[in-house]
């Protein structure tokens, strides 16, 4: 058998990364105002973001419609960055480099703007 070594790897890496994210979003959310739990849970925590984001909580239907979910991701990370008061370079990072640029909003100074 080979490979065993890196599937392993590559599942602890793959934690690692879930961790970070869901206590990026956990941060987020408690920042603005909303509940850090929610983060944790499936579908709500999708609501929850657009809430954040000034998005009408309707739009969590388009999240299941495919192709038009990557629109709306976009738009609602670009109405994220903007609550938080960052630009559109910084929404473009949460896009591409979501590991990198959620942790900076969670952890930074940014202040929500809701």
Do not use: C
Request: aromatic residues 14%; neutral net charge.
């Amino acid at each position: 058998m080979h490979g065993g070594g890196s599937s392993g790897i590559i599942l602890i890496i793959d934690l690692v990364i879930a961790v970070i994210m869901i206590v990026s979003v956990w941060k987020i959310f408690d920042k603005a105002g909303e509940p850090g739990w929610a983060a944790i849970i499936p579908i709500y925590n999708l609501y929850v973001m657009l809430k954040v984001a000034g998005k009408p909580g309707w739009w969590l239907i388009l999240f299941f419609i495919p192709l038009v979910n990557f629109i709306i991701f976009i738009i609602t990370d670009l109405a994220l960055a903007e609550k938080f008061g960052k630009g559109v370079g910084f929404a473009i990072g949460m896009i591409l480099l979501p590991i990198i640029f959620f942790p900076i909003l969670a952890f930074g100074d940014a202040r929500y703007a809701g």
